[in-house]
């Protein structure tokens, strides 16, 4: 009897430590209060995100230079970037697609002119993180360290057919430390391209 009651302790144990290996791994949501983690640059310069986790708002897009969604809000988001960097938000855009090496990063993000980090994730681990699936994929996080919103930029790739501006309503709402009134929306654009698992 002993030796059941030791052994199902033991089974008891290593359920419980794999449901918190499980739960551990459970990617963030709305609602989620993230983790600082550390990416390069395409120039190779280390980004760590704990410097403005806490100190600013972070946009995050989830991003692909081949992806022809993803360059068609590539303006917008420049846009939006000097509009509010002055105003306490820092974007950062993840690569986390393993069809694109730093070379090809660099040179479309020097053409494109673009005036924010464009970060590398090696074998889509932040992605994961986030559950991110398409580009753009999009989350604003406050100051208070906690996902706002998660979706997409707006409500169309076509600029002219805009008329919802979901993430710059989330980005001031978030900003006037007000609630924000569409948390989520639904993302749209090309897949992740993942390493195979």
Same mark, same amino acid.
């Given at each position: 009897?002993?030796?059941?009651?030791?052994?199902?302790?033991?089974?008891?144990?290593?359920?419980?430590?794999?449901?918190?290996? #499980?739960?551990?791994?459970?990617? %963030?949501?709305?609602? @989620? *209060? &993230?983790?600082?983690?550390? $990416? +390069? /640059? !395409?120039?190779?310069?280390?980004?760590?995100?704990?410097?403005?986790?806490?100190?600013?708002?972070?946009?995050?897009?989830?991003?692909?230079?081949?992806?022809?969604?993803?360059?068609?809000?590539?303006?917008?988001?420049?846009?939006?970037?000097?509009?509010?960097?002055?105003?306490?938000?820092?974007?950062?855009?993840?690569?986390?697609?393993?069809?694109?090496? #730093?070379?090809?990063?660099?040179? %479309?993000?020097?053409? @494109? *002119? &673009?005036?924010?980090?464009? $970060? +590398? /994730? !090696?074998?889509?681990?932040?992605?994961?993180?986030?559950?991110?699936?398409?580009?753009?994929?999009?989350?604003?996080?406050?100051?208070?360290?906690?996902?706002?919103?998660?979706?997409?930029?707006?409500?169309?790739?076509?600029?002219?057919?805009?008329?919802?501006?979901?993430?710059?309503?989330?980005?001031?709402?978030?900003?006037?430390?007000?609630?924000?009134?569409?948390?989520?929306?639904?993302?749209?654009?090309?897949?992740? *391209?993942?390493?195979?698992?």
């Amino acid at each position: 009897m002993k030796t059941k009651f030791v052994v199902s302790i033991m089974v008891l144990s290593l359920a419980l430590i794999a449901g918190q290996s #499980v739960m551990a791994e459970k990617p %963030y949501d709305v609602g @989620s *209060k &993230i983790e600082p983690f550390k $990416l +390069k /640059d !395409w120039a190779g310069n280390e980004h760590d995100l704990s410097k403005d986790l806490g100190k600013k708002v972070i946009v995050l897009n989830f991003w692909n230079c081949q992806c022809p969604v993803s360059r068609a809000y590539e303006k917008r988001f420049i846009a939006l970037e000097k509009k509010y960097r002055d105003k306490g938000v820092q974007v950062y855009s993840i690569d986390s697609n393993t069809i694109n090496d #730093v070379e090809r990063i660099t040179k %479309y993000a020097k053409e @494109s *002119k &673009i005036s924010y980090p464009v $970060l +590398k /994730d !090696w074998n889509n681990v932040i992605a994961d993180k986030f559950n991110a699936k398409t580009t753009p994929d999009v989350f604003v996080i406050g100051k208070d360290k906690t996902i706002h919103y998660h979706g997409a930029f707006d409500n169309s790739q076509q600029e002219e057919n805009v008329k919802n501006h979901w993430l710059e309503d989330a980005v001031k709402e978030v900003l006037a430390g007000e609630k924000v009134t569409t948390p989520e929306t639904k993302t749209f654009g090309c897949s992740i *391209k993942r390493v195979k698992k």
